[in-house]
C-alpha cells in the first residue's frame, strides 16, 4: 500500500492544506514500492494521459491522494503484467467508470498495439521503446549503450521481449553498487553458452516429424532452463561463500 502524506501543518511547500502533494513528496510516497521510479517516469506518465495533476498558477505540478494510487497502480501493472500504458489506461479509465473489467492479457502485436489471437494460445507479452525507457528510468543513450554491450536487443520490429524489462531492472540496480554495463558482458556471455547447450539438447525434438514430440521441446527448454539458473545461483553463492535466502 502507498502512503500518501496528508496535508496540514508542517508540510510546508511539500503539501497544500487540501492534500495536495508536490512531485518530490509524490516521488518519496512511491519510492517505498518501486524504488527506480524517477521524476522524469512521473512526468512521462502525465505526459501519456495516465494521470492528470492539477497546476498552480505558477505551473507547478499538485497532485492529489487519488492521483499518487493510479500512479502505483500504474507501475504495478507495468512491473507485474509488462502492459502497455495505452492497455493500462484504458484498463483504469473502465474500472473509474465502474465497469468489471478483467486484467487485459497480451497477445500477438501488429503496428505496435497487443491484439488476441486465442488460436495460437500464449505468447510472449511485448513492450515499445520508449516504454521500456518509462519502465526502468533510464535515458536513450543508456539504452544504446546496454544494447552496444548486447546486454538487451530489440526483436524484429523494434519493440522488445517483455522479459527485457527485467534485465534492465537488475543492470539499473546492479549500477548502484558501481557495476558498469561494460562489467556484465561476461555474465551475458556466460548465459549465451548456458543457453547454447540447452538448445543441444533440445534440438532433436524441435526437428522431429511428430508435433506432439515438437510441442514437448518447449517444455523441456523450460524444465532445462530452470534448472541451468538454479545451478549458475548455487555456482555463484558457492563461489562467494554465501547462502541467499
Do not use: C
Not at 55 to 74: C, I, M, N
Amino acid at each position: 500500500m502507498l502512503r500518501t502524506p496528508s496535508g496540514g501543518a508542517g508540510k510546508g511547500a511539500a503539501a497544500t492544506d487540501s492534500g495536495l502533494m508536490s512531485i518530490g513528496t509524490v516521488l518519496n510516497a512511491l519510492r517505498d514500492e518501486f524504488p527506480d521510479v524517477t521524476i522524469s517516469k512521473i512526468r512521462f506518465l502525465e505526459a501519456e494521459g495516465l494521470v492528470e495533476p492539477r497546476r498552480t498558477p505558477a505551473g507547478y505540478r499538485k497532485f492529489s491522494a487519488h492521483d499518487v494510487e493510479r500512479l502505483g497502480q500504474v507501475l504495478r501493472m507495468q512491473r507485474d503484467h509488462y502492459l502497455p500504458l495505452k492497455v493500462i489506461r484504458e484498463h483504469l479509465d473502465a474500472m473509474e467508470r465502474g465497469e468489471a473489467v478483467p486484467l487485459p492479457k497480451l497477445g500477438r502485436q501488429r503496428d505496435g498495439e497487443p491484439v488476441p489471437d486465442p488460436a495460437e494460445g500464449p505468447t510472449a507479452a511485448r513492450i515499445g521503446r520508449e516504454e521500456l525507457l518509462a519502465a526502468v528510468g533510464i535515458g536513450e543513450q543508456e539504452l544504446k549503450e546496454w544494447e552496444s554491450y548486447g546486454l538487451l536487443a530489440p526483436l524484429p520490429d523494434g519493440a522488445y521481449d517483455a522479459e527485457v524489462v527485467t534485465v534492465a531492472s537488475l543492470v539499473v540496480q546492479l549500477g548502484r553498487f558501481g557495476i558498469e554495463p561494460r562489467h556484465l558482458r561476461v555474465m551475458k556471455a556466460a548465459a549465451d553458452r548456458e543457453a547454447g547447450l540447452v538448445d543441444q539438447v533440445v534440438a532433436p525434438l524441435k526437428r522431429h516429424r511428430n508435433p506432439q514430440t515438437r510441442a514437448h521441446a518447449e517444455a523441456r527448454t523450460m524444465e532445462l532452463a530452470g534448472l541451468a539458473v538454479k545451478l549458475h545461483a548455487a555456482l555463484v553463492q558457492s563461489a562467494l561463500g554465501v547462502r541467499l535466502p
